[in-house]
Nanobody
């Protein structure tokens, strides 16, 4: 089992920044690819960004490219999502997820464990 706890969400004005954190416990963190997903009201959950086990490669959705950066610190068992130039359409609950084996990094079904989510609200 892997337990994931997100933090860092909140209310921010458009153009502002937030950094989300996801602390993992339970299994060896470096064995898992990590991803961030989000779900806006009335919409399906969607992929935001992902990072490989060692942090050597990252992937992000086109909608956040150039604005969001995913990183991880395996010594601290934590993955981060730095969000800059936030827009109202970024408003959503953000979830981190862990995958023992993923090929696409963007497919929800390939993730084994999920956090409870943290709310991000961007006002215009």
């Amino acid at each position: 089992q892997v337990q994931l706890v997100e933090s860092g969400g909140g209310l921010v004005q458009a153009g502002g920044s937030l950094r989300l954190s996801c602390a993992a416990s339970g299994r060896t963190f470096s064995n898992y690819g990590m991803g961030w997903f989000r779900q806006a009201p009335g919409k399906e959950r969607e992929f935001v960004a992902a990072i490989t086990r060692g942090g050597g490669a990252t992937y992000s959705a086109n909608s956040v490219k150039g604005r969001f950066t995913i990183s991880r610190d395996n010594a601290k068992n934590t993955v981060y999502l730095q969000m800059n130039s936030l827009k109202p359409e970024d408003t959503a609950v953000y979830y981190c997820a862990a995958s023992y084996h993923t090929t696409t990094y963007s497919t929800m079904g390939e993730y084994n464990y999920w956090g409870q989510g943290t709310q991000v609200t961007v006002s215009s």
